[in-house]
């Protein structure tokens, strides 16, 4: 059954939703101000390569907070133009709560949430009627990256803009898996290797951030959606078209 947490007890939720996170890590708050406590978790977390998506409402960013988000490779940034919510959940569990991510939030106000878990059959339906609402916001957010100077800006790279597609290509011609490395057919459509598109496909988000590029295999951020690093996608223009 669902539970009523306070302050403390929310904090201490919201703690254990990122330490216990596998695939799933969403966390929803108008405002991106970390306590140095999940500013620890989070960088847990980006080094065993498992992304987090933030879904913010306001864009103001003071530059300490820029400069540690930027350093997290695999953090997902979304914005969502009137949010108001503060919601925090990974696969399991589900905190809906007044309380946002930030030091004066938690010692300063008075909050109050309830805690949710998929292990109580009691809570499944009101998990996944929330779990509903979060995959709207979630799919009307615009994703914000960095620019070369730092800044927080909306993504150029989008589901309703250009995708690579592949022209016919030789069969000798190699790629590499953008999730593990390994060795697969040259095709930006398919960038995945079996294994790791079953995992990807629990999901299939196609801006979830990867780790190699699929054309020369170096380590770089890519995604199924831009499985190339620049050099590759420049180097390859005349292996690939664009298609709206």
């Not at 999901?203 to 699929?214: D, F, K, L, T, V």
């Amino acid at each position: 059954m669902a539970k009523f947490v306070n302050t403390r007890k929310a904090a201490a939720a919201i703690d254990e939703i990122i330490r216990k996170a596998e695939e799933r890590l969403i966390l929803i708050s108008p405002y991106l101000k970390l306590s140095n406590d999940f500013r620890e978790l989070l960088e847990f977390r980006n080094n065993k390569n498992k992304c987090t998506t933030i879904i913010f409402g306001k864009q103001e960013l003071n530059p300490d907070e820029m400069k540690f988000l930027e350093g997290l490779r695999f953090i997902e940034l979304k914005y969502y133009h009137n949010l108001h919510a503060k919601c925090y959940l990974n696969e399991k569990q589900m905190v809906i709560t007044s309380l946002n991510l930030y030091d004066f939030s938690m010692v300063n106000n008075k909050e109050m949430g309830v805690l949710l878990d998929l292990n109580d059959p009691n809570d499944k339906d009101l998990y996944n009627d929330a779990w509903s609402e979060i995959e709207l916001i979630d799919s009307n957010s615009e994703r914000f990256e960095f620019t070369p100077d730092g800044r927080l800006q909306k993504s150029s790279n989008s589901k309703q803009e250009k995708k690579v597609v592949t022209k016919k290509r030789k069969k000798h011609e190699k790629g590499k898996c953008i999730r593990c490395s390994k060795d697969i057919k040259l095709d930006p459509l398919a960038p995945l290797c079996l294994a790791c598109y079953r995992s990807w496909n629990k999901y299939g988000n196609e801006e979830h951030p990867e780790i190699y590029c699929h054309v020369c295999g170096i380590e770089h951020q890519t995604s199924f959606l831009k499985p190339t690093c620049y050099t590759c996608f420049k180097a390859n223009k005349n292996k690939l078209e664009f298609s709206i």
